[in-house]
């Protein structure tokens, strides 16, 4: 069976986002083993600088890289990865099935995104939309998308 790991800064704290995320992790315990991690957000002053910003990010991804399991390979979402349609992030998953390795690591950054090394080093970049989304949202909406594409290669109806 697939692994399927969320590594993501910040943590979650309004109750529809966490009832949201728990809803898409009892439907996705049919098709993968998902595990979740969240890390800490960086503190950062009111209006910090871009110095203050890339100092806390390359903390944010060694965390990050600390955490990322051996034999993995990563997806990094962020704004200048490509946008995929629902049916080709499920042949992503199918693909990846198919693999010998089967573990997958999905990273979702904090308010201020992923370290552009961590970015760089990542297997594929995904985007999931040219629109700006808090990043708790991001990490409901992939988890739904992950579902969708389970639920595309099995045939079912969900996707329509």
Not at 5 to 14: A, F, M, R, S, T
Not at 93 to 99: D, F, P, R, S
Not at 112 to 138: E, I, N
Request: charged share 25%.
């Amino acid at each position: 069976m697939l692994e399927v790991h969320l590594i993501c800064v910040g943590k979650l704290k309004e109750k529809f986002y966490t009832d949201a995320v728990s809803e898409y992790t009892k439907r996705l315990s049919a098709y993968c083993r998902l595990t979740m991690t969240e890390l800490p957000e960086e503190r950062l002053p009111q209006n910090p600088s871009q110095a203050q910003i890339d100092a806390a990010l390359a903390r944010e991804a060694a965390a990050i890289r600390s955490r990322l399991p051996a034999s993995s390979s990563v997806v990094a979402l962020c704004v200048e990865g490509r946008q995929r349609s629902s049916e080709e992030l499920a042949a992503l998953l199918e693909t990846w099935a198919q693999n010998s390795a089967k573990r997958l690591v999905f990273l979702i950054g904090g308010s201020h995104g992923l370290d552009s090394a961590l970015k760089d080093s990542a297997w594929v970049r995904l985007s999931m939309s040219p629109m700006t989304f808090p990043h708790h949202l991001a990490r409901v909406m992939l988890l739904e998308q992950l579902y969708r594409g389970f639920k595309i290669n099995e045939g079912s109806s969900y996707h329509k």
